[in-house]
């Protein structure tokens, strides 16, 4: 009887289906898995629409008096396995549709490395650049108050992403703190120290980065230390991970960031590029390597090629050209789905940015679990629980590519997939 009134329409009605963006990525992405959920893949469906997903106005008074409105989002994909988590991106191309497929990312994200969170990702459509300080603090106010219905320490706790900062996230916890009338620290992570922030935090993602190559190493029988490394990227994630390859006794030949790209057969004194850049504000003029062109980066022979900038950095466009071991994905979505095919049929060994960008969410998590605790951990025991974790998150997934014969990305799928449609099924359908 059910099935003649099945009313399940393959996408939700607002989204376009002739332009789905990083949300049809995703959805290929659900495709390729589901043939390996075995009987869990009757619960499909539900990961391939968001749980829940808020729109909002937010209207600010500008410095010069006038009133501006922008649109925000919240998205919760999916909080089978615990509240939501995901960061909040300022941009001015920010839409529902991406917004959608950064939170069903993160519900990937942190099932596949088993953090007891679910996806959720928010932003706002607004080109940052353009407003003050005290406006962008007004529109993060009325924004947080706006989704203050669906967010909080046990239903979803934002972060910072793009163009969000650890003070994005003093405003957040201050304002949900304010309406709430209690103050709650563990609304939010990636905050300043002085509001409950977490020891470590600044470096995990590119921590993670690095200790997921190391894994990736062992597996390939390659020793890191004298290894030839080429880093995109060279801030947050990049530059960490740079810093320790290079405290390991790798080689980094050749790093690319905004301002161009430089070259060093002999290796890259990374502690000199950074204070370099700590003045210039980018790696060009830094005299101990050659300038050599952006195209070039590409074709740098190295054995760990790690792209810490933006999405969609490899393409069909330098794919082909790519001379690497190991692909370790620091960036969110650095490597086009076509791309991917390219390398993996070159035999380059790709970590996905779901298993190796995760030491951001990880220590996210710590900082979480140490606010509601209270009790604050060192500095060495964040960084020993991080590489715990992601040598286990990486072990797991490794196994299962191994056992089914397929790329790590498809088997972390595998692992999360698996993860979130158990707990899925036995919480059961409410009502
Ligand atoms: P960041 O702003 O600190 O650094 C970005 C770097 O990329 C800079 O060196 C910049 O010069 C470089 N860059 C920008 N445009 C470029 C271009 N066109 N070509 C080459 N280089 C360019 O940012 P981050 O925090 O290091 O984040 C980098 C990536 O990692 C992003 O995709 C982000 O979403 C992802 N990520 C970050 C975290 C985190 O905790 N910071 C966690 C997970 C994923």
Same mark, same amino acid.
């Given at each position: 009887?059910?099935?003649?009134?099945?009313?399940?329409?393959?996408?939700?009605?607002?989204?376009?289906?002739?332009?789905?963006?990083?949300?049809?990525?995703? /959805?290929?992405?659900?495709?390729?898995?589901?043939?390996? /959920?075995?009987?869990?893949?009757?619960?499909?469906?539900?990961?391939?629409?968001?749980?829940?997903?808020? +729109?909002?106005?937010?209207?600010? $008074?500008?410095?010069?008096?006038?009133?501006?409105?922008?649109?925000?989002?919240? &998205?919760?994909?999916?909080?089978?396995?615990?509240?939501?988590?995901?960061?909040?991106?300022?941009?001015?191309?920010?839409?529902?549709?991406?917004?959608?497929?950064?939170?069903?990312?993160?519900?990937?994200?942190?099932?596949?490395?088993?953090?007891?969170?679910?996806?959720?990702?928010?932003? *706002?459509? *607004?080109?940052?650049?353009?407003?003050?300080?005290?406006?962008?603090?007004?529109?993060?106010?009325?924004?947080?108050?706006?989704?203050?219905?669906?967010?909080?320490?046990?239903?979803?706790?934002?972060?910072?992403?793009?163009?969000?900062?650890?003070?994005?996230?003093?405003?957040?916890? @201050?304002?949900?703190?304010?309406? $709430?009338?209690?103050?709650?620290?563990?609304? !939010?992570?990636?905050?300043?120290?002085?509001?409950?922030?977490?020891?470590?935090?600044?470096?995990?993602?590119?921590?993670? %980065?690095? &200790?997921?190559?190391?894994?990736?190493?062992?597996?390939?029988?390659?020793?890191?230390?004298?290894?030839?490394?080429? %880093?995109?990227?060279?801030?947050?994630?990049?530059?960490?991970?740079?810093?320790?390859?290079?405290?390991?006794?790798?080689?980094?030949?050749?790093?690319?960031?905004?301002?161009?790209?430089?070259?060093?057969?002999?290796?890259?004194?990374?502690?000199?590029?950074?204070?370099?850049?700590?003045?210039?504000?980018? *790696?060009?003029?830094?005299? $101990?390597?050659?300038?050599?062109?952006?195209? @070039?980066?590409? #074709?740098?022979? #190295?054995?760990?090629?790690?792209?810490?900038?933006?999405?969609?950095? +490899?393409?069909?466009?330098?794919? @082909?050209? *790519?001379?690497?071991?190991?692909?370790?994905?620091?960036?969110?979505?650095?490597?086009?789905? $076509?791309?991917?095919? +390219?390398?993996?049929?070159?035999?380059?060994?790709?970590?996905?940015?779901?298993?190796?960008?995760?030491?951001?969410?990880? !220590?996210?998590?710590?900082?979480? %679990?140490?606010?509601?605790?209270?009790?604050?951990? #060192?500095?060495?025991?964040?960084?020993?629980?991080?590489?715990?974790?992601?040598?286990?998150?990486?072990?797991?997934?490794?196994? &299962?590519?191994?056992?089914?014969?397929?790329?790590?990305?498809?088997?972390?799928?595998?692992?999360?997939?698996?993860?979130?449609?158990?707990?899925?099924? !036995?919480?059961?359908?409410?009502?």
């Amino acid at each position: 009887m059910t099935s003649e009134i099945s009313t399940s329409h393959p996408l939700p009605s607002y989204l376009n289906p002739n332009d789905l963006g990083a949300w049809g990525i995703y /959805l290929q992405q659900i495709d390729r898995v589901t043939p390996y /959920l075995g009987s869990l893949s009757r619960w499909v469906e539900t990961l391939k629409r968001p749980k829940r997903s808020l +729109i909002v106005d937010v209207p600010v $008074e500008l410095d010069n008096g006038t009133i501006a409105h922008f649109e925000g989002y919240r &998205v919760q994909h999916n909080t089978s396995r615990g509240p939501g988590k995901g960061g909040v991106r300022f941009h001015q191309d920010v839409c529902l549709a991406e917004v959608m497929a950064l939170a069903a990312w993160m519900s990937i994200k942190n099932a596949a490395v088993n953090l007891p969170f679910g996806g959720a990702k928010g932003g *706002i459509r *607004i080109d940052a650049r353009k407003y003050s300080k005290k406006e962008l603090e007004r529109v993060t106010r009325r924004y947080t108050s706006e989704i203050g219905l669906i967010i909080g320490p046990t239903k979803d706790i934002p972060a910072p992403d793009v163009n969000t900062s650890p003070q994005t996230m003093a405003w957040m916890m @201050d304002t949900y703190s304010m309406n $709430e009338g209690a103050t709650a620290t563990g609304v !939010v992570t990636g905050k300043p120290i002085s509001l409950g922030g977490s020891l470590g935090r600044v470096e995990a993602t590119g921590r993670g %980065v690095f &200790v997921a190559a190391c894994e990736a190493a062992k597996d390939l029988g390659l020793s890191v230390s004298g290894s030839r490394v080429a %880093v995109q990227g060279f801030g947050n994630v990049g530059g960490t991970a740079a810093r320790l390859f290079h405290e390991t006794g790798a080689k980094v030949v050749a790093i690319q960031d905004h301002t161009g790209t430089i070259h060093n057969e002999n290796g890259i004194n990374i502690h000199d590029l950074l204070n370099y850049v700590e003045d210039h504000a980018g *790696i060009m003029g830094f005299t $101990e390597a050659a300038a050599i062109s952006n195209e @070039d980066f590409w #074709s740098v022979s #190295s054995d760990f090629l790690i792209p810490a900038a933006l999405e969609s950095q +490899i393409t069909i466009k330098n794919a @082909d050209q *790519i001379k690497t071991k190991i692909l370790v994905e620091g960036a969110n979505g650095p490597t086009t789905p $076509e791309a991917d095919d +390219i390398l993996t049929r070159k035999g380059v060994y790709i970590v996905p940015d779901v298993i190796s960008n995760a030491g951001g969410v990880t !220590v996210s998590y710590f900082e979480w %679990v140490q606010d509601f605790s209270s009790f604050f951990w #060192s500095e060495e025991e964040i960084n020993q629980r991080l590489e715990r974790l992601m040598r286990d998150a990486y072990r797991s997934v490794s196994n &299962v590519a191994k056992h089914h014969q397929v790329s790590l990305r498809t088997a972390a799928f595998i692992v999360a997939c698996t993860r979130i449609l158990e707990a899925r099924e !036995v919480r059961g359908l409410y009502p």
